[in-house]
């Protein structure tokens, strides 16, 4: 049965954070459940997950729009259920979702040694940018 994708509630978080360790997505210096915490501050409809109906988290993506463009981050799908379709449901959805707020461009960032993904997302017309990046932490992780 093809997953449903919805906004996340707060039943799913353990699942959600579940999988993303599980996909290898989570870092150190980032407490996936303070991002989860914070997104859903400003936009909690624009967490989503792709539920196979028995209760499982099989995928998810978190999606943010700040004016001028759109990001996607924490996409990931459960590692049994990878080539279903699930990635590009979740990316599909979200896209429909930040057009449905006026978001005229969306961007993600991939880190380094996890180039395989770049097929994925060039599938999906995304095209790949050479920028570089900078970043400052303005609360303790």
Known sequence: MAPVIRSAVADDIDHIVGLWHEAGITRPWNDPRKDIERHAAVAPDLLLVADDGGGRIVGTVMAAYDGHRGWLYYLASA??????????????????RLVALGCPKVQLMVRPGNEGVFGFYDALGYERFDVGMTGKRLIPA
């Open 79 to 96: 590692s049994d259920r990878r080539g279903e379709g699930i990635g590009r449901a979740l990316v599909d959805e979200a896209e429909a």
